[in-house]
């Protein structure tokens, strides 16, 4: 068991720290409103921290799923940003979908501080950090990937190594441009289905089964159906 933090707790985040926490880890987390993290650690267990650096201090592993390049930034470093928390040789393991620009940036700012850092971002949404069934896909130091990949797999249903700094994040926009693809195309199908006057439902009920079944049909097409695009 491994003395972790886990900074963001966000609807992915929240639910991925707490298989942590159930796993047996020692889990202090971070959340930019306070009120998320006390409630977490009403749910978990665990403790809560002010800052991202006295949550990562003493940590093995520093986990992140925030919003954006600038959230990523903010947490990582400054004065109360966790690599200055962290002790020489932890890693820091990113779940945030940033850019590679700016994960390649806090891979030589860690290297600096004498920690690693690994990018990570998941898929899965929200129905799979609950059910511990994320895809992850990697980039950093394989000696790295290799120490934190027992943490990750609490909550993974996959997880693998693509390659360098920022290979993790260039997969993620593979996926996103798969996944936009796809919405595109399912909610051309609905639109079509409506304008024939057919019941899209029923449609959907029986095309999923065949060829143009997906994750995003089955999981999207009642949003779509009802005109709720605001996730």
């Known amino acids: 068991m491994a003395k972790l933090a886990f900074l963001g707790l966000g609807v992915m985040g929240a639910p991925m720290a707490g ?22 650690v009403k749910t978990y267990g665990g403790a809560m921290a002010k800052t991202p650096r006295a949550a990562a201090k003493d940590a093995d592993f520093v986990i992140a799923c925030v919003g954006n390049d600038d959230d990523l930034r903010s947490v990582c470093l400054g004065d109360d940003g966790a690599f200055g928390g962290m002790t020489a040789g932890a890693i820091f ?13 806090l891979y030589a700012a860690a290297d600096d501080a004498q920690v690693s850092f690994v990018d990570a971002p998941i898929s899965g949404g929200q129905a799979g950090a609950e059910n511990g069934q994320l895809s992850i896909m990697c980039g950093g130091d394989e000696g790295a990937f290799d120490r934190a990949l027992p943490i990750m797999e609490v909550y993974a249903k996959i997880c693998r190594r693509i390659g360098e700094s920022g290979a ?34 029923a449609v959907v009920e029986v095309i999923s089964q065949g060829a143009a079944g997906s994750w995003q049909m089955e999981n999207r097409y009642e949003t779509m159906l009802d005109d709720k695009f605001d996730h």
């Open 19 to 40: 298989h942590l926490q159930k796993a047996g880890h020692d889990v202090t987390v971070y959340n930019r409103t306070e009120a998320k993290a006390d409630d977490w």
């Open 168 to 201: 993790g994040q260039m997969t993620k926009m593979c996926n996103q441009i798969a996944i936009a693809g796809l919405v595109q195309g399912l909610s051309e199908a609905l639109h079509f289905a409506e304008k024939a006057g057919l019941d899209g439902r």
């Open 93 to 105: 393991v990113d779940h945030t979908t940033v850019s590679a620009a700016v994960t390649r940036e």
